[in-house]
């Protein structure tokens, strides 16, 4: 029998994908949860307090480091999706009601 669409494991963690709308494409087309991918990111880029890490659209992140003034300017940005891999996902999202 075939697996069901909506069974999705989380590349990072193994935990099931409760809500693919918040799940993150990997490099390789698995899915993986939002925040295990900040975590990994965190890890791989050194981000410490207080620096964070932030979601800014189109399967990229941003580093963000806090100035002198309180403002959060970009340090680095990460291209974290592919951007066939974050349309691919839309498409699943869009057919799921069927
Ligand atoms: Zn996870």
Excluded: W
């Excluded at 999705?8 to 693919?20: E, M, R, S, T, Y």
């Excluded at 580093?63 to 680095?76: A, F, H």
Aim: glycine share 8%.
């Amino acid at each position: 029998m075939k697996k069901k669409e909506s069974e999705h494991i989380c590349a990072l963690c193994g935990k099931p994908l409760d809500f693919i709308t918040d799940a993150i494409s990997e490099p390789d087309g698995r899915l993986s949860h939002f925040d295990c991918v900040i975590e990994k990111i965190r890890k791989q880029y050194r981000v410490e307090e207080p620096d964070t890490v932030s979601y800014i659209g189109q399967g990229r992140f941003a580093v963000c480091t806090k100035g002198e003034d309180g403002k959060y300017t970009i340090r680095d940005r990460i291209n974290y999706e592919s951007s066939d891999s974050f349309l691919s996902m839309k498409k699943l999202v869009g057919n799921s009601g069927e």
